[in-house]
Every structure is written in structure tokens, then in C-alpha cells.
């Protein structure tokens, strides 16, 4: 593992995960993941309460890890990879509130039980339980990312926001600038009309 994610931000992760891939080579694990297997939902969960899974073997094969639910568990992978770089993902705490409100609350409410409880059992125990609330949830944003500052080494720490691009993962990286433009995917209505598909049981 390379590079884990401790950024709780939803849009811009999903070219995150397209530009490490373009970077590393490898995979990264994202929250299409879990939608794409959903036996990892029981394991999410259960590390929402308290059950830690195997991360080595949840991760095997991929080079990166982006994204909730994964980055709400950015202490404890950083422990068990000590070498990959920690990459905390930003943005304004208001936007960040309007994207969390259009996708992840509208996900709770419509999602099936085993995708509802995952969500419930990691927010309660990593974020707060007070999803309506804008106040509480934008408190529990910020402080998560004061806690990620606190908590990595200055010398694993990378920060970086979608108007960064290429250049702070690089950097990191030790790679050079590629070519071609930074990847720009919008995985707001993607998010949405799978969860819709869940809740059909399509999925």
C-alpha cells in the first residue's frame, strides 16, 4: 500500500482514485469497491463496531486506498502500512457539507439494510449520529481533519484538494507530472442512482 486516504470529502475522489491509478500502476480501493462487493459490507461494519478486519487481506491487490468508508479508519492503516503515504483530501467545509447532504443522507435513507447499518454503525462511532444536523456534521468534518494533522508524522502527511491536480501526488510520488489533464469525474449521480439500484435489488 502506497498511499492511504484519510480525506472525508466525496466529491473529487472519485478522479482521485483514477489519478493513482494512472500513477501507481495499480488499483485503488474506493467506494465503488464496496458497492462492487458486497460482502465487504459486513466487514465495514463490523470494524464500525469495533471489529477490525484483516485490512492486509481486505486490501490485497490494490496500491491505494481513497474514500469513506475506508478513510474514517486512517489511524489504523497508517499503523499497518508504515510505509504508505498518508493523503489527507480537502475542501471547504461548506461544500463539503452541500455534496455530504446530497449523497450520503439521501443514501441512509433509501439503501437497504446492510449498506444502512454499515453507514449508521461507522458514523456513530468515527463521525457523529447527527446527520440532519449541518452544525454538528460540519464540527465532526473539521475536527476529523485536525485529528489526521495531529495525528501523522509532517513527513507522511500530504494534504491536497481537487485544484491541486497532479503536482502534491507526484511530489509524494516521487513520479513525474504526467501529460495528459487531471482526471474529472462527477460520482454524485453515479452514487446515487447505485444506491437507487440497491434499494431495487438489482444489485
Known sequence: MRIVGAGLGRTGTLS????????????????VEVFANPDH????????????????????????????PAASFWSE??????????LLSLRDSDSWWRSAHDTILPSIRHAPDP???????IFAARFTDALEDRDACIAAYEEHNAAVR???????????????????????LG????????PHANSTEDFLARIASMAAGRD
Not at 60 to 68: L, M, N, P, R, T
Not at 77 to 86: E, G, H, S, Y
Not at 151 to 157: A, E, F
Open 16 to 31: 482521485l482514485k483514477l489519478a493513482l491509478e494512472r500513477l501507481t500502476g495499480g488499483r485503488c480501493y474506493h467506494m
Open 115 to 121: 449498506f444502512r447499518q454499515m453507514v449508521e454503525s
Open 77 to 86: 492503516l497508517m499503523q499497518t502500512f508504515p510505509d504508505a503515504i498518508v
Open 41 to 68: 459490507l459486513s466487514l465495514w461494519r463490523g470494524a464500525g463496531d469495533g471489529r477490525m478486519p484483516d485490512w492486509r487481506a481486505l486490501f490485497a491487490g490494490y496500491d491505494s486506498v481513497v474514500d469513506w
Open 150 to 172: 495531529r495525528g501523522v508524522p509532517p513527513d507522511r502527511l500530504v494534504t491536497w484538494s481537487a485544484s491541486d491536480g497532479w503536482g502534491p501526488l507526484c511530489k509524494a
Open 175 to 182: 513520479l513525474p507530472i504526467p501529460a495528459e489533464p487531471f
